[in-house]
């Protein structure tokens, strides 16, 4: 397995450690900064220097493209053009929507791995980085079967965990659960600094919940001001929708109603265990067996119908049959409960499904 | 030394088992629920049984009474009618204006540890718990020195950091630095699980950000509503200077400018980055010895003076006069700088001031 990375930070450093490390992967990659591609050969990130980004793609079986958002689009469209017919070309880009709509190539599927640090660069790359975390993927009714299943299994071999989503859906979602915290961070630290409630030349001690909730204050503008940049068309209702509930906090103290705090804190302390309990769902895994015409389209179609069901696909595997005419795809799936919704759902959509 | 807790949760848990493994006091405890007492006993964080809050006291050099906000000013007259004449009582109350204002006695000095964890309960107490946070104290010009001397002592000796502040200031600090933080929490998970901003049946998986920015989601009623009640006035302004931020944003975002977003981020980055460095501040320590009248009210103008200009007492303690006429107060304070800046403002107080 030959797999290129464009940009070498910490996403692109650790996709490619990760991909030596754990899938024996030949890896090669390209950033237009010597000294990171300098340091990237000393890591072993990447196998051996190559004169540019073309030299890098040319003969690979994935390409993960890991720039800032606003370079994306065109560093992109250089891949494509580079790349060779069978390969699976990805990004790391934190909004989708601008992205996947400028690339219909069949080859291409956005991606974005919910996975950081606060330390930036090559320097930090570590190959566990995406242990455990979920990693999104945006097929649409062009992406070809073959080659997202292929992705979905690097993926897996990188330790995340793919879910399938539509590019609007993404984006909408990551408004709320990654910029609207982001934003949060930067209200919270800029009104402790500027002192507006504390005395004059006085920076106040700060305790864990406030340096929990800021920790990702300030973050990087090389990568950040491209992300509200590229989504502030979902971000802003976010904002308004977060403006409306403060807001109702605030008349909440002001009635000095006790039981009426009480009832919103009990909710919210609800609705954190829902969603810590969602997360760490886990458990026994199962596997269901679905025939499908070898066809554009097919595989992407039931990632996505099972990601907005909130089935999450473990691993996928898809098996072609000798004609090419048709195939099988498996999937495997979490819990028994998700596992029979799945099947219910594929039954729905027209599909064969039985269990192995 | 024998130091007396009223209110065994994790917070009186942690004081009596620091109490007793760090200072080697005498620690005797109570409270309302038998089966708490009794893990207490287990837990060797009280030597031994007694039959009722005043029987904790009636002897004790020190009482910190650890319970949910709205019961402190009744439980801390208890304590003061029945605790000796020369026995410092504090609390640990997350809000300071009411319960000071309650008590003018000049034995109790209001208290606020920094320190706190997910989980609340004698169980999950531990000796280590104040270790290196931030201990607020709020001594009023009634209070007397050397029984503010044996609590900065004690503080000091369970691991935390005392800091002197007004009661006023304290309440509105705290309502930026901690409560606001909790409605952010509270906010981000009723959003992302009521889903408005996704898909109707799915729970969001959440990222790194989401997990820290609402650790403190939904904390435990029994405290925070009390928390919320006794501070409102104080949080209700914070709360509407959020919004404004909130609004500014959304401003610059509509407008499409990346040169401003580019720019607020960077403030929030320089702004986190100096919020950090105060709180890392440390280093060497100085010796100041100020000659002080025996009388009320000295060391409490000291230490709330220092504190006010942002100089962190690191340690403190009170040579009285052999005719109790005049004594000595030795401050220690972290750095060069503030131990100028303090030599300086304690001259300017109209104080001698000398360093060993």
Not at 69 to 93: K, N, Q, T
Not at 177 to 206: C, E, I, K, Q, Y
Not at 222 to 250: C, F, K, Q
Request: net charge negative; proline share 5%.
């Amino acid at each position: 397995m030959r797999i290129a990375v464009i940009g070498l930070g910490l996403i692109g450093g650790s996709i490619a450690l990760a991909a030596r490390e754990r899938l024996q992967a030949q890896t090669l990659g390209w950033d237009p900064d010597p000294n990171v591609l300098e340091i990237a050969l000393t890591r072993g990130a990447i196998a051996s220097r190559v004169g540019s980004l073309a030299d890098a793609v040319a003969a690979a079986d994935a390409v993960f493209v890991a720039a800032p958002v606003g370079s994306l689009p065109e560093l992109i469209s250089e891949v494509l053009a580079a790349a060779p017919a069978d390969c699976v070309v990805s990004d790391v880009g934190s909004t989708k929507r601008a992205i996947v709509a400028a690339h219909g190539d069949e080859r291409f599927v956005g991606g974005h791995p919910l996975a950081g640090a606060e330390t930036a660069g090559i320097e930090h790359a570590r190959a566990d980085l995406f242990e455990g975390a979920t990693w999104y993927l945006t097929p649409t009714q062009t992406t070809e079967g073959i080659l997202y299943e292929r992705l979905h299994r690097i993926i897996s071999g990188l330790g995340a965990r793919p879910a399938a989503l539509d590019a609007d859906t993404h984006d909408r979602l990551l408004a709320l659960v990654s910029h609207l915290p982001h934003v949060f961070a930067n209200v919270l630290v800029a009104m402790a600094a500027t002192g507006s409630a504390s005395d004059a030349d006085r920076l106040p001690v700060v305790g864990p919940s406030f340096r929990d909730a800021t920790r990702v204050a300030g973050a990087n503008s090389g990568i950040w001001t491209d992300i509200y940049m590229s989504n502030r068309d979902a971000l802003i209702p976010v904002i308004d929708e977060a403006i409306a509930h403060l807001a109702a906090v605030r008349e909440t103290l002001d009635s000095g109603d006790a039981a009426a705090l009480t009832s919103w804190n009990e909710a919210a302390g609800d609705d954190h265990r829902r969603l810590i309990a969602h997360q760490l769902a886990g458990g026994e895994w199962h596997e269901l067996r679905v025939p499908v015409p070898n066809q554009p389209g097919v595989v992407a179609q039931l990632a996505l119908e099972l990601g907005r069901l909130g089935v999450n696909i473990a691993d996928l595997a898809l098996y072609p049959a000798a004609d090419m005419t048709e195939g099988v795809v498996a999937l495997w799936i979490s819990g028994e409960d998700d596992a029979s919704r799945a099947e219910r759902l594929i039954g729905d959509l027209g599909f064969p499904v039985f269990r192995p």
